[in-house]
């Protein structure tokens, strides 16, 4: 292992609750990239991105019916977190290390025709990846999430306030996030004031924690509780705060390639014809301003709204969307019959 990795021991993750799943591994510029790949190899694949704070257990409500159907299925942890390696120092992350970690992911295991589906920062990674190799990708899923963009200088000034916004807070105590939390999340139309707000203080509480609490992030964020042993799985990979560097740096990725994404918004998404679908949680209030973007600039998305549902949707709906996921790639869904409710499915 190279000098500055973390590896998380193979006992953290004895008898997670639900998670009966064989580990894989691949080496990409020496450090170990952890996925699931279930499934016949024969299938068609499906490859599923987690985002922040989670990892590939975020996705064992997904799997057994996407399995039962003949799919194969990837789930890919990204490097920092759940089994795959980990870099102790934050400047070692960065999008472009995460976009290139997951197309390797993809050529070496020879992915085609596949399906795309991404949460939170699984899509703002994944969406560059199907975008730079698109001929590997038949259709795209999104739910809350985004990929933010701006042309220009205005990309690189708001990288640069940002930045500046983290600098300015400070260490933010969970507490202080989960206030800004609760008033965002509680307002049906969040202003793009508080959602700024909230947003900087997530950035800021994350980049100085020492040991982000993982499963308060999902509690807070999300809406619904989780059990003792769901909160265990998701802090297992994470023996202590040194293994969290990853978890903590994310957030502040976000403006680090506004014109490139942009770009491929335009030369890519705006010129899409195979089938999108958008499908956010009623209840969500994190990337619900990204999703107009998908609306206004995907030709002929589909939209389906995932009833009563929060941020991270594959925990709180994750049969509901498996299901949805395969009438979707079964061609089954279109503008004509989506009701926007998830509940028909």
């Known amino acids: 292992m190279a000098p500055g990795v973390l590896r998380t021991p193979d006992l953290r993750f004895a008898n997670l609750a639900d998670f009966p799943y064989d580990a894989n591994y691949a080496q ?22 987690h985002g922040l704070p989670t990892w590939s257990y975020l996705y064992r409500k997904m799997m057994p019916a996407l399995i039962e159907a003949g799919h194969r299925v990837i789930v890919p942890d990204l490097i920092g977190f759940g089994k795959s390696d980990k870099f102790v120092d934050k400047t070692d992350y960065s999008y472009v290390h995460h976009i ?30 199907v975008a730079e190799m698109p001929d590997r990708f038949a259709r795209v899923a999104v739910s809350n999430t985004g990929m ?12 640069k306030v940002l930045a500046f916004m983290i600098w300015w807070n400070g260490p933010v105590t969970f507490e202080e996030l989960r206030l800004a939390a ?15 707000r909230m947003f900087s203080k ?12 993982i499963s308060g992030v999902i509690t807070t964020f999300g809406r619904l509780g989780i059990s003792d042993a769901v909160a265990h799985a998701y802090e297992a990979p994470y023996p202590s705060g040194e293994y969290k560097a990853g ?3 994310l957030a502040s990725l976000i403006p680090t390639q506004l014109p490139e994404n942009e770009h491929y918004w335009r030369a890519v998404y705006e010129r899409w014809d195979k089938p999108f679908l958008v499908t956010f949680g009623s209840e969500e209030r ?41 009438k979707f790639i079964a061609g089954q869904l279109d503008q004509a019959n989506s009701s926007g409710d998830a509940d028909r499915y």
Request: glycine share 10%; hydrophobic share 40%.
């Open 28 to 49: 990409f510029n020496g450090v170990r990239i952890h996925y699931l790949d279930e499934g016949p190899k024969t299938g068609q694949p499906i490859l599923l991105l």
């Open 100 to 129: 290139e970690t997951i197309k390797y992911l993809v050529h070496f295991l020879d992915l085609r025709d596949a399906t795309f589906f991404g949460q939170d920062w699984g899509g703002m990674i994944g969406l560059r990846v």
């Open 148 to 159: 933010v963009a701006r042309a220009g200088i205005t990309g690189w000034l708001i990288e």
């Open 182 to 196: 609760d008033r965002a999340l509680s307002l049906d139309n969040p202003s793009a004031t508080d959602g700024a």
């Open 202 to 213: 997530w950035m800021a509480h994350s980049y100085y924690a020492d040991d982000l609490d």
């Open 247 to 249: 978890v903590h740096v």
């Open 286 to 326: 994190i990337t619900i301003r990204m999703k107009q973007e998908f609306m206004d600039r995907v030709p002929n998305p589909i939209d389906v709204d995932l009833h009563g549902v929060g941020h991270f949707s594959p925990e709180e709906a994750g049969p509901e969307l498996s299901s949805l996921l395969n």
